[in-house]
Nanobody
Framework: QVQLVESGGGLVQAGGSLRLSCAAS????????MGWFRQAPGKEREFVAG????????YYADSVKGRFTISRDNAKNTVYLQMTSLTPEDTAVYYC???????????????????WGQGTQVTVSS
């Protein structure tokens, strides 16, 4: 059974930092692009960051560029999202996702991802 489990969410003050982790089990994703998405109440799920299978290429939403960093450790089958300079607008449930296709480029649309975690809440207070 394939599972993606996010952790590291919580409550933080504006200007603070959090590091999210996404641990995969049931299969390796070392040859798959991975992404982080978020969904705030009443809003659609949106792309936050993505990383190719090698970790050599990363992509970010304009709203988080320069503040968030995505990385991966294929030996641990884990993807990370380092978030800094957080604002209340970053409040959302954050989801980890894995593209089911091998060697695929990073996609920004949620429909392109086959595997999803259950999400972790990030709340930024002003």
């Amino acid at each position: 059974q394939v599972q993606l489990v996010e952790s590291g969410g919580g409550l933080v003050q504006a200007g603070g930092s959090l590091r999210l982790s996404c641990a995969a089990s049931g299969r390796t994703f070392s040859r798959n692009a991975m992404g982080w998405f978020r969904q705030a109440p009443g809003k659609e799920r949106e792309f936050v960051a993505g990383i190719d299978w090698s970790g050599g290429s990363t992509y970010y939403a304009d709203s988080v560029k320069g503040r968030f960093t995505i990385s991966r450790d294929n030996a641990k089958n884990t993807v990370y999202l380092q978030m800094t300079s957080l604002t209340p607008e970053d409040t959302a449930v954050y989801y980890c996702a894995a593209d089911g296709q091998l060697w695929a480029d990073v996609q920004r649309r949620p429909v392109s991802y086959e595997y999803w975690g259950q999400g972790t809440q990030v709340t930024v207070s002003s």
